[in-house]
């Protein structure tokens, strides 16, 4: 009666979390508040101008949006991406707008993965630890999902050139997420330019969530559509994703987008039509303003660069600390991540995230069983109280 290729899915993330802790009373200190350092929803501040505009335009709710993105948001989209990236983007057949870069992420390969590579069943690449949506949609299309650890020893980023040639044949699609999540690791153009050439070699797409890209500690990360341009690949080789949830502090707007080769946004467009639910006419107005507008941008990262030298501070004497390049996570090692988050909530009242709730075990065993997830995303003075609690409790 119900498909048997989800019957065997662990229970998402945060419903494990709860499971593990909520049963447990925390030991608060006098005065104390429970510290959540668990979701990557961002706290600070969103554009003051967003309510205005939702207000001018709110006569838009009474229509249906356009299920694309309209031609102004769309090109504000393309303009950013040549501001940023120096990637040329055709804005109407080359952008779609996206109700949050999640759906664009699982939608782009139902549109996109064959039923079969080579005559064998597709297989789906995705780093481990990885976003839980690359999994879903690689089960969803019927293809075999392939998690590559990425370890410290790898710095942090999946080595997909180590693949061995019968994986690589029945390879369709490539998830890749850089600055990745939860490591905070940064993807450099040689990463990127192997990785296309990859493709190229064996014919299959990559899909770049790049939607940490704004918020990082020194360089800005190289964008993947760029160098497949200046590369020269198949302009449907690489698929770039975005969203405004992480760079201006709007994850309630649900406002994304994808940007690739016109034959394959063509096909993402068509199975949208059905299946879409596109962003409301007002909030593509926020979205529109959102993409021409870098103060509010560069305000958000100057708070996160800030967290980054207290999180460096407070963790300078731990073994293994590795600062993150990008993002909001720490990755912080400790013997067993869900034996560590749990003793942190009983005996400090923080909430942290096992890390192998975030990763799939392999014959090279599970990345993330050795590991918490971090959020830097609370007030900064909340944070750096999270961050001293961690340490001692776990550290000292």
Known sequence: ?????????????????????????????????????????????????????????????????????????????????????????????????????????????????????NGAQPIVLTPNPFYQVYMIAAISVNAEPHFVNAT???????????????????????????????????????????????????????????????????????????????MGADPERVLVFHSLSKRSNMPGLRSGFVAGGPDSIKRIKQLRAYSGAPLPLPLQKVAERAWADETHVDENRALYQEKYRIADEVFANVQGYQAPEAGFFLWLPVENGEEAALKLWKETGVRVLPGEYLSKDTDQGNPGKEYIRVAMVAPKDEMQRGLIKIRDCLFA
């Open 1 to 117: 009666m119900f498909p048997e290729r989800f019957s065997n899915l662990p229970a998402y993330a945060f419903p494990r979390l709860r499971a593990l802790l909520d049963h447990h009373k925390p030991r608060l200190e006098a005065g104390s508040d429970v510290v959540h350092m668990t979701i990557g929803e961002p706290k600070h501040p969103f554009p003051d101008w967003v309510a205005g505009i939702i207000a001018e335009n709110v006569a838009g709710f009474n229509s249906y949006p356009a299920n694309d993105g309209t031609p102004e948001l769309q090109g504000a989209i393309a303009d950013w991406l040549g501001r940023r990236f120096g990637a040329v983007i055709d804005p109407a057949t080359q952008v779609m707008a996206l109700n949050g870069t999640r759906e664009g992420l699982y939608n782009a390969a139902m549109a996109l993965c064959p039923e079969t590579k």
């Open 152 to 230: 410290a020893a790898s710095g942090h980023l999946p080595d997909f050139t180590a693949l061995p040639e019968d994986v690589l044949k029945r390879t369709s699609i490539a998830y890749m997420c850089s600055p990745a999540n939860p490591q905070g690791a940064v993807a450099p153009e040689a990463f990127w330019r192997d990785l296309i050439a990859l493709g190229e070699r064996y014919d299959f797409q990559i899909f770049a969530d790049e939607c940490y890209s704004e918020i990082y500690r020194d360089a800005p990360p190289v964008g993947a559509l760029r160098v497949a341009q200046d």
